[in-house]
């Protein structure tokens, strides 16, 4: 099974850090953020990962190389300018091959393990779904959430009354879901997501550990802090 790291982001939200130094690089707990993630898909067999960049996008491959330090086979996928989420996947399509695959956004930090892709992706195989997202409590800095998730698994668009939940920026995804996207301009995922939604083809679990969406500095200290402490 192969992996993506959603990495070409800019990082608005998080200037002056991300004007010299890619969001991704972003130091916390030690190392940056992204070497987190590659080290646990490492250690989950998941040694096949692609990660697309875009704002010093250079700078990004050459601190990474080929993965070799972190026994990981790394492809990149550059973008000029920036595809969004659907975009940049459809793009590296070619890359991750015809089986379902896990994306990770780049700029998160989750102990959901990445062991149980394999039976995700396995759940899409078997059934009709064209992904399944893992989701998770909403937090302060977005109270209204995503999605709702009904008893039987199905992702379901929110609704008055039910209780909301947060996508957490980790699926698993089959590459159907992305035919109708070129890959030559920009496109984002939540329409891609809600069109299969109206399907019921989209599965989803709750996640209750820990997870940190860093999109402002106040946010990558705290999860330092926690890191550190």
């Known amino acids: 099974m192969k992996a993506m790291i959603l990495a070409a982001g800019r990082g608005q939200r998080m200037r002056p850090l991300t004007d010299h130094t890619p969001k991704p690089l972003l130091q916390v707990g030690g190392k940056p953020l992204i070497v987190w993630h590659i080290e646990k898909l490492v250690a989950a067999g998941l040694r096949d990962i692609v990660i697309n960049c875009a704002w010093l996008g250079e700078r990004l491959q050459a601190a990474l190389g080929t993965g070799e330090q972190f026994g990981a086979r790394l492809q990149w996928s550059p973008e000029n300018p920036a595809l969004e989420t659907a975009g940049g996947i459809a793009r590296a399509l070619p890359k991750l091959g015809s089986d379902p695959f896990l994306v ?108 940190y969406d860093i999109g402002t500095p106040e946010r990558l200290q705290h999860l330092d802090t926690q890191l550190t402490s």
């Open 104 to 211: 990770v956004n780049g700029d998160i930090w989750c102990d959901w393990e990445f062991q149980q892709a394999s039976a995700m992706a396995e759940q899409l195989r078997e059934s009709r779904a064209l992904a399944w997202l893992l989701l998770v409590n909403n937090p302060p800095h977005h109270t209204e959430g995503d999605f709702c998730l009904d008893t039987r698994g199905n992702v379901q668009e929110r609704s008055a009354g039910a209780s909301s939940l947060t996508f957490s920026g980790i699926g698993v995804y089959h590459p159907q879901l992305f035919e109708s996207v070129s890959g030559a301009e920009p496109a984002p995922l939540a329409p891609l997501l809600r069109n299969a939604i109206r399907q019921n083809r989209i599965v989803g679990t709750l996640h209750h550990g820990q997870w």
